[in-house]
């Protein structure tokens, strides 16, 4: 019997892909659901549930690292796949099938990745980038609770029992610290991004952890400079502004389905993954230009089961809170500072802005970017909504614990594509 | 009292709970199917099984510093408690074990997927993953008691912890019907040991699947039947706890206890999907200042109703 063969045949029957969204690949990664999703391809979250790891957006030389991490942690059989642009994701699907089907690909790749690991083992001791799809170029051991790899300015004595013995892997003990409740406990820094699920391409938060609490977060330099994929969420807006015609209908379609994005990823990080796919296929449905009365019925029973869930209004309360107040002082505009609130009032306040904008979608109006708000605010002397929103994140995230912190992040949803997209105007102007 | 079952029963039992898990896989693949606007077909409800031999024939894991031993023993643990759990479990009037602690071997069973998601959580020294396992200990601090309460009301009911007097003592008249919370509480708690949906905590998409997030292989596959397994032997067991066992007009026992079974594991997969994932520490709050006094006043019930006989 062929066994590899039918472990080939299996693997290729319904692949498991882990997507890999880069930054300004907006677009590819949104083709690159749809197509999953009524493949039935599930979308798996960490490189050990994958078998085919696919990287959308264009190419961005900073992110390598992490990404080859990422794939050394997928088990074979295996295989990898780069689609730049939207169009590309449907070829490149079929390609990564293909290989995973073909055991001459196989047998080839398994060679390359013997010598990878050889070269790696002569370098320093395996670390590999994290399941959790984490991991940036400066912290390759960011996988391992008990070597964060930034032991910087720690040499207290204690460590010094610990030198005789044998550590697992290699790796440095967990240091210490006092906790919240003034009990002594290990420090674990693990980077969140920029290749985590359900998270804005692109960002990278370390975050220190004691337990499941946030004791310190600190963001990172996330986007590169004026990437050519262009901010897809904020095209209207950007293309208004340069002078092109947009019709504040075409706007309206953009945020609502912008919003629905966001809420997508707010209910697979709050663990609904039934009403995640609902804002999926309407955000879908939207950005593929069907008119409104096609989707209002079942945008009505989503925002129904999920605006008036008492569940998850119970389990997103106090978590978060940004007052109007505080949200204006940072420059925060849009969605987050007119809901004022947790993260229950923000997921509602998105529901209620796509409703409005439901009834704009036949809107001929010529769009005023000054005058109608972009998905996530108002531009202001050049400088996006979502810089204000990243600003704001790592004093929300300090003390939560990390499920309310994925829940902050998500409820605020930064797009980082509006970061580069305002670096390169900045560029064309200066 | 059932019968003891024959020799053929110790491999019947393990084989129907997983065709049993087998039915809610398929069942929620089909709901899968329809939510995501995909046909749906008879090869959609196969269509995750192809993961079986992919997952047999995987090329194993090689993690540094991951503890391979406690690791691949808490992957094991989870599915066989619960093909153990069957022990104890009427099917019409069949019984593998009709032991007289019967209730208490069910609970010990279910109580061994705390070491079990523990172990699994730590063996790959990973945060997440480590994170995941002790996201299972907070929840079970939170289901446990109010779950042993609900097993407890239907005990006092019938003054035996033996399952098959259990569902004998029901005489027509089910525990769920007069003992409502207890079975509401059992049905939640069933949704906690395996897991799944508002109470998948351990193995959240927050956490890139918690517990399930590193692991990998036959492991993986271990864990996640034991997963399922867990919900079909709840629901298995709801039927003589809860719905009077084989007790039932016209059709055989055996064919009512399959019935009842499937509806409640037919309710626990649906309801699985309406509810968002229940974070542990909320949850612990309602458990301990609802759930636990609810569950109390549920067992004085029968207690008092006894005392009066």
């Known amino acids: ?430 | 009292m059932g019968e003891p079952g024959a020799w053929w029963t110790l491999l019947a039992a393990p084989a129907m709970l997983l065709a049993l898990a087998v039915l809610a896989v398929a069942f929620t693949a089909v709901l899968d199917a329809r939510d995501a606007g995909r046909p749906v077909t008879v090869a959609v409800a196969v269509r995750p099984f192809t993961g079986v031999p992919r997952a047999v024939l995987a090329q194993p894991r090689r993690l540094p510093g991951a503890d391979v031993l406690l690791w691949r023993a808490g992957a094991v643990l989870v599915p066989v408690a619960a093909v153990l759990s069957t022990l104890v479990i009427p099917f019409g009037d069949t019984v593998l074990a009709d032991l007289s602690v019967g209730v208490v071997w069910f609970n010990a069973m279910e109580v061994l997927t705390w070491a079990g998601l523990w172990l699994a959580g730590w063996g790959p020294d990973a945060a997440f993953s480590l994170v995941g396992g002790y996201r299972f200990l907070a929840q079970g601090l939170a289901y446990e008691l109010p779950l042993m309460f609900a097993l407890i009301s239907t005990a006092t009911g019938a003054q035996s912890l033996r399952v098959t007097d259990i569902a004998a003592a029901q005489h027509g008249l089910w525990y769920a019907v007069w003992m409502p919370v207890a079975f509401v509480v059992y049905l939640a708690g069933v949704l906690a040991f395996s897991f799944t949906g508002p109470f998948g905590y351990p193995a959240g998409r927050d956490l890139a699947g918690g517990v399930l997030g590193e692991i990998g292989g036959v492991d993986r596959l271990l864990l996640q039947a034991g997963r399922w397994l867990w919900l079909a032997a709840g629901a298995a067991m709801a039927a003589p706890l809860f719905l009077g066992g084989g007790a039932g007009p016209v059709l055989p026992d055996w064919a009512w206890s399959l019935v009842k079974t499937l509806l409640v594991l037919a309710v626990l997969v649906l309801a699985a999907r309406r509810l968002p994932m229940i974070r542990a520490d909320r949850y612990v709050e309602l458990a301990w200042v609802v759930l636990i006094p609810l569950t109390i006043v549920q067992v004085l019930v029968p207690a008092l109703v006894n005392l009066n006989r």
């Open chain 1, 1 to 430: 019997m062929d066994v590899t063969g039918l472990a080939l045949r299996a693997a290729a029957a319904r692949p498991r892909v882990l997507l890999a969204a880069l930054p300004g690949g907006t677009a590819a990664r949104l083709e690159a659901g749809r197509l999953l999703r009524l493949r039935d391809w599930p979308s798996a979250a960490t490189p050990a549930q994958a078998d085919l790891l696919l990287v959308v957006g264009p190419d961005c030389p900073r992110l390598h690292g992490a990404l080859d991490r990422l794939w050394r942690d997928l088990p074979a059989p295996r295989a990898r796949v780069h689609a730049a642009d939207a169009g590309a994701v449907g070829a490149r699907l079929d390609e990564g099938r293909a290989l995973l089907r073909s055991s001459a690909g196989q047998r080839e790749q398994a060679g390359t990745a013997a010598a990878a690991a050889r070269d790696a083992d002569r370098k320093q001791p395996e670390t590999s980038a994290g399941a959790d799809g984490s991991g940036d170029e400066e912290d390759p051991g960011s996988r391992h609770p008990h070597g964060g790899g930034h032991h910087g300015g720690h040499s207290g004595g204690g460590m010094d029992m610990d030198m005789g013995m044998e550590m697992p892997g290699g790796l440095p003990m967990a240091e210490q610290g006092e906790d919240r409740d003034g009990l002594t406990l290990d420090r674990l820094h693990v980077p969140l991004g920029p290749f985590l699920a359900d998270w804005p391409a692109g960002l990278t938060i370390r975050v220190t952890l004691q337990g499941d609490v946030v004791q310190e977060a600190e963001l990172r330099e996330a986007a590169p400079p004026g990437h050519a994929g262009g901010a897809f969420w904020v095209q209207p807006w950007l293309r208004a502004a340069a002078g092109e015609p947009v019709t504040a209908g075409e706007a309206a379609r953009r945020r609502a389905a912008a919003h629905l994005d966001s809420l997508a990823r707010l209910l697979a990080v709050a663990g609904w993954p039934a009403e995640a796919v609902a804002a999926r296929r309407l955000r879908d449905d939207l950005l593929d230009g069907a008119p409104g009365t096609a989707v209002a019925l079942r945008l009505d029973r989503f925002a129904r089961r999920v605006g008036r869930s008492r569940a998850l209004a119970w389990l997103t309360r106090g978590i978060g809170r940004l007052s109007t107040a505080q949200a204006r002082q940072a420059g925060v505009s849009g969605p987050a500072a007119r809901a004022g609130g947790d993260v229950a009032d923000r997921y509602r306040q998105w529901l209620a802005d796509i409703r409005r904008d439901l009834g704009r979608l036949a809107e001929g109006s010529p769009l005023a970017p000054a005058a109608d708000e972009g998905p996530r605010g108002y531009w202001r002397d050049d400088r996006p909504p979502s810089a204000a929103l990243m600003k704001v994140l790592p004093e929300l995230l300090t003390g939560a614990e990390l499920a309310a912190a994925r829940l902050i992040v998500a409820s605020l949803d930064p797009d980082l594509d509006e970061l580069a997209a305002a670096r390169r105007e900045a560029g064309a102007h200066g």
